[in-house]
């Protein structure tokens, strides 16, 4: 049976270890810099504008200004693009107010970093879920 003063010293070591996974991760993202570009990020931005120019919430690839390797009805991560849409549609005139001009793609790119450090934490609760019901 393990006391309780040691399963409060094991929370406190998970919670540590948690932040240094956490700031471990954004160390990294930064020293990898805005300057890291997968060919697939111009997919949800391009997709995006033709949101925002044309007032439709059609996620087709086929309908946004892609190149013709990607021209191709084509809904793949809509959920990601919507919620990405809507949030940047949220921020954009907020930044503007702060006098802060932010493309897109860097608002999509902290959109996906804030979801990364949201895994790692829903993993520690769910991996220290299981390790404290014990």
């Known amino acids: 049976m393990v006391s309780q003063t040691n399963c409060e010293k094991q929370r406190w070591i998970s919670y540590g270890l948690l932040a240094i996974a956490?700031?471990?991760y954004v160390v990294l993202r930064f020293k990898a810099g805005l300057g890291y570009g997968h060919p697939d990020e111009m997919i949800p931005v391009k997709v995006i504008e033709n949101i925002f120019g044309s007032g439709v919430w059609d996620t087709n690839f086929?309908?946004?200004d892609l190149p013709d390797r990607f021209k191709y009805d084509q809904y793949n991560f809509s959920s990601y693009i919507i919620t990405s849409a809507v949030i940047?549609?949220?921020i954009t005139p907020v930044l503007q107010l702060l006098g802060i001009d932010?493309?897109?793609l860097?608002?999509?790119r902290c959109f996906s970093a804030v979801f990364h450090i949201g895994v790692i934490?829903?993993?520690f609760v769910l991996g220290a879920g299981s390790l404290w019901l014990r």
């Open 22 to 24: 956490c700031a471990v």
């Open 62 to 64: 086929n309908l946004a």
């Open 88 to 90: 940047a549609k949220m």
């Open 102 to 104: 932010v493309e897109l």
């Open 106 to 108: 860097t608002i999509l």
């Open 121 to 123: 934490g829903l993993t």
